[in-house]
């Protein structure tokens, strides 16, 4: 059966449309037999790319988790509520507001997915980034015609979630990860080790060097349990080190960054993909 193609929904700082040939490259044969899991799915690139039959995606982003839920749950409200929303610089700053007041969380699945769309297609250039408090703080990023509102998009990728055993969570990787087996695939691609200049100011609380270490150590227990997995990170010898183990096979590419708080750290720059077995 010929799969549509899908297309992420939202722009995301270190996203991998652009990577994706060499990412597939480097996918086991029978990735599309297996249980795919995606701890830090973000805009889901290669997530939408595969389609899989069956997956487990995760984010800490409880906003963009509900995004991914409405879409499946409720598309036709979400576009019709999108609908409503101009592109003009004081609705822009009403709508990014809104994370400030004191009903926020009683807003629905539907309305902070259709905020969280509504911010990202008209915010200076694609960015997500909070605060120390946790609260959106991009600024309003004068486009002409954003596509605020790809209706044939959002229904394809509706109509992929109801049809298949796609499982949306929110909440911490090493827990999204925690039932996968011999039978499963995983693609980790955390928040990037900021010495190698990678945007982390998805959340307010980061992902330092802990994290990392403790990324490696699930890593390394998924290799020990047989599960496959892949892993996109900067080129840093931070990562290189971390990595550096004779079971692991770290391939350095090249990519082009369009998002970044930094504009150092935008253009072309090296990346690494990590896997943990070996190719016959």
């Known amino acids: 059966?010929?799969?549509?193609?899908?297309?992420?929904?939202?722009?995301?700082?270190?996203?991998?449309?652009?990577?994706?040939?060499?990412?597939?490259?480097?996918?086991?044969?029978d990735v599309q037999s297996c249980t795919y899991y995606e701890p830090f799915v973000g805009a889901g690139a290669l997530f939408f790319d595969l389609q899989p039959a069956e997956a487990v995606i995760n984010d800490r982003n409880s906003q963009l988790m509900a995004a991914y839920a409405a879409i499946r749950e409720n598309v036709e409200d979400l576009i019709a509520l999108l609908k409503t929303y101009e592109n003009t610089k004081e609705r822009y700053y009403t709508i990014r507001s809104r994370d400030r007041d004191a009903d926020f969380n009683r807003l629905t699945d539907t309305e902070k997915a259709a905020r969280?769309?509504?911010?990202?297609?008209?915010?200076?250039?694609g960015?997500?980034?909070?605060?120390?408090?946790?609260f959106f703080n991009v600024p309003y990023g004068k486009h002409k015609n954003p596509a605020i509102c790809e209706e044939t998009s959002l229904r394809q990728i509706s109509a992929y979630l109801k049809a298949n055993r796609i499982t949306?969570?929110?909440?911490?990787?090493?827990?999204?990860?925690?039932?996968?087996?011999?039978?499963s695939f995983v693609y980790f691609d955390p928040p990037y080790d900021s010495r190698g200049r990678g945007f982390t100011g998805y959340q307010?609380?980061?992902?330092g060097e802990g994290d990392q270490k403790r990324l490696r150590d699930v890593f390394a227990e998924m290799t020990r349990r047989g599960t496959k997995c892949l892993l996109s990170?900067?080129?840093?010898?931070?990562?290189?080190?971390?990595?550096?183990?004779e079971q692991w096979e770290i391939i350095t590419v090249k990519a082009k960054r369009?998002?970044?708080?930094?504009?150092s750290g935008r253009g072309a720059v090296h990346e690494v993909l990590i896997k943990n077995w070996k190719t016959p």
Not at 168 to 183: H, L, P, Q, W, Y
């Open 1 to 29: 059966m010929v799969r549509s193609q899908i297309k992420p929904y939202l722009k995301w700082a270190g996203g991998k449309r652009q990577l994706l040939p060499e990412i597939k490259k480097q996918l086991p044969g």
């Open 116 to 125: 969280i769309i509504f911010l990202n297609k008209t915010c200076y250039n």
């Open 204 to 207: 307010a609380d980061g992902f």
């Open 233 to 245: 990170s900067s080129d840093t010898e931070f990562i290189r080190d971390l990595y550096n183990d």
């Open 127 to 134: 960015l997500y980034r909070v605060n120390s408090r946790g």
């Open 258 to 263: 369009f998002i970044n708080s930094d504009s």
């Open 168 to 183: 949306i969570m929110t909440g911490d990787f090493e827990a999204a990860v925690s039932r996968a087996d011999k039978r």
